[in-house]
C-alpha cells in the first residue's frame, strides 16, 4: 500500500475530525483546505517511515496537526523554555481536541513550519503533496540518512517558503529548474547530500536569496554563474567545480561567505580583490595559479576568516594581515610562500589583533620567529613547522599564555646546550604541543608533568638524553606521545599505569631498558593502536618478543625491551623500521569550526576521532 493510500484511510475511518474533501476539480475552498493540509502532513509522516520513528512527535493523534510537536529542552536555554520539532502554526493552538472542534481558532490554524528531528530514523522520499501546504515558510528535514530520491519538482508551487533546510540526506538528482518561482526564499541548504547538478536560470531568479549551500554534493563542471545581489552566503565546496572563477561573481555585492574549498579549481584570485564586503573566505584545497604579493586582499578589513591553504599559492606572507582587526582566522600552510615573518613586527597591533588560529606549515618560510608575536594575546593555535627557520626558538612564545596548539617541528632552530626550552613551562592551556626534530637537547623536565591539559606531546627526532620523568604520568589525557630517536634511557616509569587514554606511543630509536608493563597494563585488555619500541633482536624485526632472547645464544640476539602489547618491534638502530614521519598536523576546516576532530598521520592512518564535527554555517549566516 502506499503511503498516500495508507494516509487516506486514516484520515476517512480512524480520524475523528470530519474534514470537507476537496472537489474533485482541483480547486480548494478556504473550508477545505484543512483537509488538504492534514492529508498532506500524514502522507509525510508515512512516506519517511513515520511508524519507525525514534520520536513519532505526536503525528496522526487525535489532537490537531498544529499540535504534532515535542518541546526539546537543551541545556542552552532556561528550564522553561526549548525547541519546538514537528510542525508549527501562525497561531498554533495548542494540544485540541475533539472537544474544540468549534472553537474559531480551529478554523484559523495553517500550518507554516515543518521541522524534522535530526537522525530520527526517518526512511523513504520526500512526498509531492507537501505542495499543498501553501502557506509554508519553513522547510527542514535533515540529517535522515536513509532519505534518498529527488527533490520533487512540486515544491516549487510552495510561493510562501523563506527556509529550505535539506542538508545530509541521500537526495539525489538535480535542484529542480521549478524552484524558479520561490520568489520569497532567503535560506536554501542543500550540503551533504548526493545533488549532481543545479539550475543555475532557476536560481537567478531568487532575489531575495541571502543564503545557498550546495557544499558536498557530487556536482561537476565549471562554477554556476549566479546573478544575486542580495547573496551573504555561498558554500560550493566539496564537489567537482573545474575552471576558473567566474566574472559574474564580481556581481555578488553583498557577499560575505564564500566557501569554494575542496574542488578543482584552477587560475587567479583577482575577481575577489575588491569583494570588500566578505568576512569568511574558504579557497583552500584547490589549484590556484596565483602569487600573493603586499597587495593580496589589501583594504578587506572586514576579513574575520581566511583560508588559502593547500592550493600550490605562491609569494609571501602579506604583513599587513596581522594589522587586520577582525582577523581571527588565518591558514596560508601547504603552499609555496618564501620570504620570513619580519613584517609581522611593522604591523602587528596587540591592541587590536583578534588573531585566533595562525597555520603557516609546510612553506619555504625562512629567518627566525619574530619576539612580537607575543603581541598576538588571543593566539590559541600556531603552527610555523616543516618551514627552514632558523636562529634560537625566542621565548617570547612563553608570553602566548592561551596557546591550546603549539607546532614548530622540522625547522633548523638552535637551541641552547643541555637545556629543554623553559618558556613551555608557561602555557598550561597547551593540548597539543610539537617540537619535533628541532635539535633539542638535555633532559625532558620534571614539569613537564604540569602540561595536564596535553593530548599530543610530540619531542620526536631531537637529542633528548635522561630519563623519563616518573611526573609523564600526571598528563593523563594524553592519546599521543612520540619521543622516538632521542638518546633516552632508563626505564618506563610506573606512572605510565596511569595513561588510559594512550592510543599512539612510539619509543623507539632510544636506550630504554626492562620491559613495557606500565604502558601494556595501563589499557587492560583494549590493546593500543600503535606501540613500538625497540623490542626485536638485532636479527629481525617483527613481533614483540615474549623474552629477552629469541630462541638463540650471543649479544647479537639481545633485545633491548620486553614489550607485550607492542604493535611493532624495532631493532636497534635500524633507521629502516618506523621510519615514517608520524606528523600529525591539524588541516583545519570551517565545517568543523577549525577544532581538531581526528589526528591523520598520512601513511599511518587516522588514529582516532576526538570529537563530532560542528556546524558553523548558519552562525555565520546569522540567519534563521
Not at 510542525?87 to 478554523?107: A, F, H, Q, S, Y
Not at 510561493?159 to 536554501?188: I, T
Not at 583560508?307 to 596560508?332: A, Q, T, Y
Request: hydrophobic share 35%.
Amino acid at each position: 500500500m502506499s503511503p498516500q493510500y495508507m494516509a487516506a484511510r486514516w484520515i476517512s475511518t480512524v480520524d475523528q475530525h470530519r474534514l470537507n474533501i476537496p472537489k474533485a476539480d482541483g480547486t480548494t475552498s478556504k473550508d477545505e483546505y484543512p483537509f488538504l493540509q492534514r492529508y498532506s502532513l500524514a502522507v509525510l509522516f508515512l512516506s519517511t517511515g513515520g511508524l519507525n520513528w525514534v520520536y513519532r512527535l505526536k503525528f496522526l493523534t487525535g489532537t490537531h496537526e498544529c499540535a504534532w510537536f515535542e518541546v526539546l529542552r537543551t541545556e542552552d536555554l532556561p528550564p522553561d523554555q526549548g525547541y519546538a520539532i514537528g510542525i508549527w502554526c501562525d497561531k498554533n493552538p495548542g494540544p485540541l481536541t475533539e472537544r474544540d472542534r468549534d472553537d474559531k481558532l480551529w478554523e484559523s490554524a495553517i500550518v507554516t513550519d515543518v521541522h524534522f528531528l535530526p537522525n530520527n530514523r526517518a526512511v523513504g522520499t520526500l512526498p509531492r503533496e507537501l505542495r499543498h501546504l501553501r502557506y509554508l515558510k519553513t522547510l527542514r528535514i535533515y540529517q535522515q540518512q536513509f532519505i534518498s530520491g529527488e527533490i520533487p519538482s512540486d515544491y516549487g508551487y510552495l510561493k510562501n517558503l523563506q527556509v529550505l533546510d535539506l542538508e545530509a540526506n541521500q537526495l539525489q538528482g538535480q535542484v529542480p529548474s521549478s524552484f524558479k518561482l520561490l520568489k520569497n526564499v532567503a535560506l536554501m541548504n542543500f550540503r551533504r547530500n548526493r545533488l549532481t547538478g543545479v539550475s543555475t536560470e532557476a536560481i537567478n531568479q531568487m532575489d531575495k536569496l541571502q543564503a545557498l549551500a550546495l557544499d558536498s554534493n557530487m556536482i561537476e563542471g565549471k562554477l554556476p554563474q549566479f546573478n544575486l545581489p542580495n547573496l551573504k552566503a555561498m558554500t560550493v565546496s566539496d564537489n567537482s567545480f573545474t575552471g576558473e572563477i567566474p566574472k559574474s561573481m564580481a556581481g555578488l555585492s553583498s557577499l560575505e561567505m564564500l566557501a569554494l574549498d575542496h574542488n578543482s579549481l584552477t587560475g587567479r584570485l583577482d575577481i575577489l580583490q575588491n569583494m570588500t564586503h566578505l568576512t569568511h573566505v574558504y579557497l583552500d584545497n584547490n589549484i590556484w595559479d596565483h602569487e600573493i604579493d603586499d597587495l593580496f586582499f589589501a583594504g578587506h578589513e572586514n576579513i574575520t576568516h581566511l583560508d588559502i591553504s593547500n592550493c600550490s599559492i605562491r609569494g609571501i606572507v602579506p604583513g599587513h594581515f596581522f594589522n587586520f582587526s577582525k582577523l581571527e582566522i588565518l591558514d596560508l600552510s601547504r603552499n609555496l610562500l618564501e620570504g620570513d615573518l619580519s613584517e609581522l613586527s611593522n604591523n602587528t597591533n596587540d591592541a587590536r589583533t583578534k588573531l585566533q588560529y595562525l597555520s603557516l606549515h609546510s612553506n619555504n618560510i625562512t629567518g627566525s620567529i619574530p619576539e612580537d608575536i607575543s603581541k598576538l594575546t588571543k593566539l590559541e593555535h600556531l603552527d610555523l613547522s616543516v618551514n627552514k627557520m632558523d636562529g634560537h626558538i625566542t621565548e617570547e612564545l612563553g608570553k602566548l599564555r592561551g596557546l591550546e596548539y603549539l607546532f614548530l617541528g622540522n625547522n633548523d632552530f638552535s637551541v641552547s646546550v643541555g637545556k629543554f626550552p623553559s618558556w613551555v613551562r608557561n602555557l598550561t592551556k597547551l593540548e597539543e604541543l610539537s617540537l619535533k626534530n628541532n635539535n633539542l637537547n638535555g633532559e625532558i623536565p620534571e614539569w613537564i608533568g604540569e602540561l595536564t591539559s596535553l593530548r599530543l606531546l610530540d619531542l620526536g627526532g631531537n637529542f633528548l638524553n635522561g630519563e623519563l620523568p616518573e611526573s609523564m604520568g600526571n598528563l593523563t589525557k594524553l592519546w599521543i606521545l612520540i619521543l622516538n630517536s632521542n638518546n633516552l634511557q632508563g626505564s618506563i616509569p610506573s606512572s605510565f599505569r596511569q595513561l588510559r587514554d594512550l592510543e599512539t606511543l612510539l619509543i623507539d630509536d632510544n636506550s630504554f631498558k626492562g620491559d613495557t608493563a606500565p604502558v601494556c597494563e595501563s589499557r587492560g585488555v583494549d590493546r593500543i593502536t600503535h606501540f613500538v619500541s625497540d623490542c626485536a633482536s638485532n636479527s629481525s624485526t617483527s613481533a614483540p618478543a615474549a623474552s629477552p632472547f629469541f630462541g638463540g645464544w650471543g649479544d647479537s640476539l639481545l633485545v633491548e625491551i620486553e614489550c607485550e602489547c607492542c604493535t611493532l618491534c624495532c631493532a636497534d638502530k635500524d633507521t629502516t623500521c618506523n621510519d615514517d614521519e608520524w606528523i600529525a598536523h591539524h588541516e583545519g576546516s570551517w565545517k568543523s569550526g577549525y577544532e581538531r576532530v581526528y589526528w591523520d598521520f598520512e601513511e599511518n592512518g587516522i588514529v582516532s576521532e576526538m570529537t563530532d564535527a560542528y556546524d558553523t554555517l548558519a552562525q555565520a549566516w546569522g540567519l534563521p
